[in-house]
């Protein structure tokens, strides 16, 4: 079966852990609110029973969201000491346009963070680096043309 979700054994765990703190203390909590929502008399012009209905809707969304990420993942082990680009992997990189060196961390499109340099093994330069060993040189297409990088060290 063809799993959609890619993630490390620790955004795993993560997603557990916050499943479990919606269900066992959100979810109790904001149902407590409605109670005394409703407690208040007249529903239709009940700011705090719309809200907490509203936040309730918002609550029960990320339930589901969560519940259909695990059942969905494929929890995807790092071998550490690898000599090739996999998932998971610290591999830090020449940008020969930008004559600097990048260290970019393969992760799941759940877990990417761009900004902090947590790459998707999805997207164009992820999906080139996977299988990459160290002196492999790649180009990535982008908007703007091709990127060349350089691979020189994988961790």
């Not at 269900?23 to 109790?28: G, L, N, V």
């Not at 012009?45 to 969304?61: C, M, V």
């Not at 180009?139 to 703007?144: G, I, K, L, Y």
Request: aromatic share 8%; charged share 30%; hydrophobic share 35%.
């Amino acid at each position: 079966m063809e799993h959609e979700i890619v993630l490390t054994s620790a955004k795993y765990a993560e997603l557990q852990t916050e499943l479990q703190r919606l269900i066992s203390t959100e979810r109790p909590a904001i149902a407590e609110r409605i109670r005394q929502a409703r407690a208040l008399g007249d529903l239709s012009e009940n700011f705090d029973y719309q809200d907490a209905k509203r936040q309730q809707g918002f609550l029960e969304s990320r339930i589901a969201n969560i519940k259909g990420m695990l059942e969905r993942a494929y929890v995807a082990e790092y071998q550490n000491g690898s000599d090739t680009v996999v998932f998971g992997s610290r591999v830090k990189v020449f940008d020969q346009e930008y004559d600097e060196e990048i260290e970019y961390t393969l992760v799941g499109a759940v877990e990417a963070d761009p900004a902090n340099y947590r790459i998707s093994n999805t997207s164009p330069l992820g999906k080139s680096l996977l299988g990459c060993k160290v002196g492999d040189i790649i180009e990535v297409p982008t908007p703007a043309g091709r990127d060349k990088y350089k691979v020189i060290e994988i961790n």
